[in-house]
């Protein structure tokens, strides 16, 4: 007979991305107990290559965690990005405009350090776990059922479970379909990603708008690079040989008397690019944080900076529901968090529409496109507007 062994805790959290990893370090500090439940192995999850930039109050919030040494050694802060189009390049700049500013860091190093950090302090998370099933969740007593590394079955016993495991986890289908409000779009554009060893080319980030299609360029370290181009989302990786791939980059990024540098390419992949809101965020004791919940086109760097927003309302939410008794938090976290989603959604799509080249839009939008980005670099009002969302919108009330 098969033995099933079952372990207590107050929230039970599903996936150690940022959203999880944030919202298990928003606990501790407020002396709530949680186990994160990762089905890849610890390597994996460190070496995923993903996002890049940070958001000036994400920066601020792990410096007050304790959890900003190595971000304040290795991060680039940037002061403003750069857009490019029709041969000309302009500087946005966001400390003038909004005296805040952007940090670029990469994703899997946010996780590095915020896994050590859970794993030092004595914080359990148990990484590659399978067959994660949710149970009653529309009941007082939810549990997460599991099979451990071993293969062993185990369930977690929790008073609310926080579905944190991305756009394809079992959190969201765990909610019945027909009380799940969803809406979806799905771009035609994919992203190229890079990432090269070469040194940097630009001061900061290079948004392009091209004829060829859209090209972004951005940074790792003084050493290494991270490029992304538009490119046809069902492309084979093999269609992009490296040579392919710095010839379209020369000619996106191309300016006079200004050469990208190049070198070798380590790491590339393609991305699909859509923008998802699931607005039942909360269902009975289920609450679905980050891209579970929601998902943005890359173009504006808000996925995972959202994703800590979420946590932020919920860790509140659940500090007022433990001290006090007080259940309004819980039942408003949809409410308080999709404000920001949809502010965030708007934002990535606007992004986006304006910079990517769509073959299926006419002359006259494309005309459109240019003149928006014409009238983000000479106003001063409709900078400001983009450069507010940009460095994230404020985190209080
Ligand atoms: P995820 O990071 O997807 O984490 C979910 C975790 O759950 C994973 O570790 C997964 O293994 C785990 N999981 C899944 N299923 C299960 C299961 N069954 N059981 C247990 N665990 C499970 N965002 C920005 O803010 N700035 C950027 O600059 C930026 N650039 C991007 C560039 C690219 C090319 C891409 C693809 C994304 C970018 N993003 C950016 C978006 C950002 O990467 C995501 O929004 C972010 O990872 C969301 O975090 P999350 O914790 O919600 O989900
Ligand atoms: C990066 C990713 C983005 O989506 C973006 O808009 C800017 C930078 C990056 O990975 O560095």
Known sequence: MLTLTAMRTQIGIIGAGPAGLFLSHLLARIGIECVILEHRSREEIEGTIRAGVLEDWVTHLMDELGLAERLKREGRPDTGVTFQFSNRRHHIDFIELTGKQITVYAQHEVIKDLVAARLHSGGPIVFSISDVALKGIDSETPAIAYRDSGGAAQ?????????????????????????????????PFGWLGILAEAPRSWHELIYSNHERGFALLSTRSPQVQRIYIQCDPHDDIAVWPDDRIWAEMQARFAFDGWKLAEGRIFQKNIVGLRSFVCDTMRYGRLFLAGDAAHIVPPTGAKGMNLAVADVVFLSRALDAWYKKGNRDGLERYPETCLRRVWKAERFSWYMTTMLHRNDAESSFERQIHLADLDHVVSSRAAATALAEVYVGLPIDP
């Open 155 to 187: 369930e977690l016993r929790c008073d609310f479970i926080v579905g944190c495991d991305g756009f394809h986890g079992p959190s969201r289908q765990a909610i019945p379909p027909d009380k799940r409000v969803e809406h979806d779009m799905v771009y």
